[in-house]
């Protein structure tokens, strides 16, 4: 469990996040979801340490990040799986050989070792036979599961996710939403979401955290959402939702017409 308590951050004289507080459940998809500069990316910087914020309190069951020095930040990084927006997977290395990669430089493990853990991983997100391919070989789709394998490679208790989603088509993004809520109550993780697909939200949102202009403006889960008198949060949700709605079903008709 992650616990944030009354977290203020600010650039150059200007608040980004104001006194904001909130709890990331152990076992369940937590989302961070609001609008573009409501803060939400420098809440999950600010929760993986790449950010202080100036007050409040970061607690990874009950330890704070904001009185830790280095070695000790370093040492709670290795309980830490994160997935990137872009994958940012190495093109000059094979998918096993992306998955191995965090097990090589912060384990013990013998090659074989962590051959065995990476290609566990792998078929783990369903990649099995898919090793010996390079980045630039497999679909977006395929390459987000990649990164999720290389994500759960070292076992992680808390697993960030930047934008999962970004750049997939709706119907990958489904299966790789399925995969992340699977693979958390599978191992009982504390996963964090940062995320403006609506579809997620109403999906997997088991622990929803909405961000308006810096402030923590309301938490509840994807039931909740639908009966919230929030005016901001419906007006970010449904109007987003219908418009990708109406999106699809244009383009799915211009594709039947062709």
Same mark, same amino acid.
């Given at each position: 469990?992650?616990?944030?308590?009354?977290?203020?951050?600010?650039?150059?004289?200007? %608040?980004?996040?104001?006194?904001?507080? /909130?709890? *990331?459940?152990?076992?369940?998809? $937590? &989302?961070?979801?609001?609008?573009?500069?409501?803060?939400?990316?420098?809440?999950?910087?600010?929760?993986?340490?790449?950010?202080?914020?100036?007050?409040?309190?970061?607690?990874?069951?009950?330890?704070?990040?904001?009185?830790?020095?280095?070695?000790?930040?370093?040492?709670?990084?290795?309980?830490?799986?994160?997935?990137?927006?872009?994958?940012?997977?190495?093109?000059?290395?094979?998918?096993?050989?992306?998955?191995?990669?965090?097990?090589?430089?912060?384990?013990?493990?013998? %090659?074989?070792?962590?051959?065995?853990? /990476?290609? *566990?991983?792998?078929?783990?997100? $369903? &990649?099995?036979?898919?090793?010996?391919?390079?980045?630039?070989?497999?679909?977006?789709?395929?390459?987000?599961?990649?990164?999720?394998?290389?994500?759960?490679?070292?076992?992680?208790?808390?697993?960030?996710?930047?934008?999962?989603?970004?750049?997939?088509?709706?119907?990958?993004?489904?299966?790789?939403?399925?995969?992340?809520?699977?693979?958390?109550?599978?191992?009982?993780?504390?996963?964090?979401?940062?995320?403006?697909?609506?579809?997620?939200?109403?999906?997997?949102?088991?622990?929803?955290?909405?961000?308006?202009?810096?402030?923590?403006?309301?938490?509840?889960?994807?039931?909740?959402?639908?009966?919230?008198?929030?005016?901001?949060?419906?007006?970010?949700?449904?109007?987003?939702?219908?418009?990708?709605?109406?999106?699809?079903?244009?383009?799915?008709?211009?594709?039947?017409?062709?």
């Amino acid at each position: 469990m992650i616990e944030i308590k009354d977290i203020t951050k600010s650039f150059d004289g200007r %608040t980004v996040l104001h006194g904001i507080s /909130a709890t *990331f459940h152990e076992g369940k998809t $937590n &989302l961070i979801i609001g609008q573009s500069g409501s803060g939400k990316t420098v809440l999950m910087k600010s929760l993986v340490g790449l950010m202080r914020p100036e007050h409040g309190e970061i607690l990874f069951d009950g330890r704070d990040t904001m009185k830790m020095d280095a070695d000790q930040m370093k040492d709670l990084r290795k309980e830490m799986g994160m997935l990137f927006q872009g994958s940012a997977l190495f093109d000059s290395e094979t998918v096993l050989g992306n998955v191995m990669f965090p097990l090589v430089m912060f384990t013990k493990m013998t %090659t074989a070792e962590a051959r065995d853990r /990476a290609m *566990f991983c792998l078929e783990r997100v $369903n &990649l099995q036979g898919a090793e010996n391919k390079y980045p630039a070989e497999v679909s977006g789709g395929m390459q987000k599961r990649v990164a999720i394998a290389r994500a759960i490679a070292l076992n992680p208790k808390y697993l960030f996710c930047d934008e999962p989603n970004s750049g997939l088509d709706p119907k990958t993004s489904i299966l790789i939403d399925e995969l992340l809520s699977d693979i958390t109550h599978e191992y009982g993780m504390t996963t964090v979401i940062n995320t403006h697909d609506m579809n997620s939200v109403l999906g997997i949102g088991e622990n929803i955290i909405f961000i308006n202009k810096g402030y923590r403006e309301w938490v509840g889960n994807m039931n909740e959402i639908y009966t919230t008198s929030n005016e901001a949060l419906n007006d970010f949700v449904f109007a987003t939702r219908l418009f990708q709605e109406v999106k699809d079903y244009v383009v799915s008709n211009e594709k039947r017409h062709k």
